[in-house]
């Protein structure tokens, strides 16, 4: 028998794959899933229930996916510039109106009929995230010189929020509107109606705080910072509970309840897809959403999530893949 003689190299590595490979957990496979953008995503955001994404692309389009049916049902041009790419996206409750935005321009779209409703720019400071109300009358940008800045695009008119001292990190609105929850560099996450911008609660974390989200009854907000991830009560500002911290991530991508409140998802910036109990903050589930197929070490970060109408968790990556996850 003839032997061949193996380079010690290469046994080596083969060894240390298939011990890496022995200590994967083994991966939850989602319920369904399919690739919107083959290149990969650079903003997405998923409507109320999930039947609406709408996706900026890498390839520099603005994409309205009805997920339904999985039809692509419109495709956006926000600026003709290559330098200024569209980096933010939202859908608004009610699922009629949308807003994109670069750094320094942003547009309203009607989902309906597919016009554009307007398109603005900004000179003074960055835009750091941007978010609509109902019914189409208000646009909220967070900026970062630290306010935000609150726009009627049918009368123009405008005004602007400064409770912060920061460059704002996100906002995120009520479904009905009334209240809005920033965070900021600053520390802190206010909570404030958006109708007389008086300060409901303040939030005060150890780091700047990069994540927020508010249930759909209003009853509970997360805030979420480097170290600490907590629920709090609305109504009375006190602390509801805390992510477990062995599994809470340093910063959160991407975070929303369940329509009853008692969940929360969170995704992140390294594939982590993660199901909590909001009452006790403990982990229920995770997952690992989808890498690209033609480049699997790229990773891959969760741009949003939603709860759809079939108990399902639905979240959507960097990588151009919407996942179908069963938690039930």
């Avoid at 794959?17 to 991966?27: F, G, K, R, S, V």
């Avoid at 890498?58 to 510039?81: D, F, H, R």
């Avoid at 790229?298 to 999530?305: P, T």
């Amino acid at each position: 028998m003839r032997l061949t003689r193996v380079n010690p190299i290469i046994l080596c590595i083969l060894v240390l794959i298939a011990l890496l490979t022995a200590c994967q957990p083994n991966q939850i496979k989602p319920s369904a899933a399919f690739i919107h953008s083959a290149q990969g995503s650079v903003a997405s955001y998923f409507s109320n229930q999930a039947q609406w994404l709408i996706v900026s692309t890498q390839a520099g389009q603005v994409q309205l996916w009805n997920l339904q049916e999985k039809a692509l049902t419109y495709i956006w041009q926000q600026s003709s510039a290559q330098s200024n790419p569209v980096y933010l996206t939202y859908i608004a409750s009610g699922n009629e109106f949308a807003v994109t935005a670069s750094q320094s321009e942003f547009s309203l779209w009607d989902m309906h009929s597919g016009k554009n409703l307007g398109y603005w720019q900004v000179k003074d400071s960055n835009i750091r995230d941007i978010v609509v109300n109902r019914s189409g009358s208000k646009i909220l940008l967070g900026k970062s010189s630290g306010d935000i800045l609150i726009f009627n695009p049918q009368t123009a008119e405008q005004s602007s929020f400064f409770g912060h001292s920061e460059k704002i990190n996100q906002i995120a609105l009520s479904d009905d509107s009334q209240w809005a929850l920033s965070s900021s560099n600053d520390y802190t996450a206010l909570l404030w109606s958006l109708n007389d911008k008086h300060v409901l609660h303040r939030f005060v974390h150890p780091q700047r705080i990069t994540q927020v989200a508010i249930s759909p009854d209003k009853r509970f907000v997360f805030v979420s910072s480097n170290q600490l991830a907590s629920v709090y009560d609305s109504q009375t500002g006190q602390e509801v509970s805390r992510l477990q911290s062995e599994y809470h991530q340093s910063s959160y991508s991407a975070a929303r309840f369940s329509p009853s409140g008692n969940l929360l998802a969170t995704g992140s910036g390294n594939r982590q897809l993660m199901l909590w109990q909001v009452q006790t903050g403990k982990l229920i589930k995770r997952w690992q959403v989808a890498t690209k197929t033609d480049n699997p070490i790229s990773g891959a970060l969760v741009n949003s999530l939603a709860f759809d109408q079939t108990n399902q968790l639905v979240s959507d990556a960097s990588s151009g893949v919407t996942e179908y996850w069963r938690y039930e």
